[in-house]
């Protein structure tokens, strides 16, 4: 059962910057399609980006289109989300979580592990 924990959450003003990784232990990684996902206080789990197992295909939200950059190490079992022009709207818990094997998706739903998620405040 893979594990995945985040990190690099943290507090920063408007137009600022955060990079996020999210290790996996305890199972196979290279082969499997990473999404980060999010959730603001009272509302609902969102995508953010997804990676495909070899890194060749990514997916973005609208939201996050043209500032944030997801990116993965299979030699480091790590998954990355860079963000940039950070918006207060950007602030929530962020999630990595394990997709399908040699797919891509965007649903949480065919997500089967997640991580305990990482605090993203971003202030005005």
């Known amino acids: 059962q893979v594990q995945l924990v985040e990190s690099g959450g943290g507090l920063v003003q408007a137009g600022g910057s955060l990079r996020l990784s999210c290790a996996a232990s305890?199972?196979?990684?290279?082969?499997?399609?990473m999404g980060w996902f999010r959730q603001a206080p009272g509302k609902e789990r969102e995508f953010v980006a997804a990676?495909?197992?070899?890194?060749?295909?990514?997916r973005y939200a609208d939201s996050v289109k043209g500032r944030f950059t997801i990116s993965r190490d299979n030699a480091k079992n790590t998954v990355y989300l860079q963000m940039n022009s950070l918006k207060p709207e950007d602030t929530a818990v962020y999630y990595c979580?394990?997709?399908?094997?040699?797919?891509?998706?965007?649903?949480?739903?065919?997500?089967?592990?997640w991580g305990p998620g990482t605090q993203v405040t971003v202030s005005s």
């Open positions: 305890g199972g196979t990684f290279s082969s499997y399609a």
């Open positions: 979580a394990r997709g399908p094997r040699y797919g891509l998706a965007i649903n949480h739903a065919t997500f089967a592990s």
């Open positions: 990676i495909s197992w070899s890194g060749d295909s990514t």
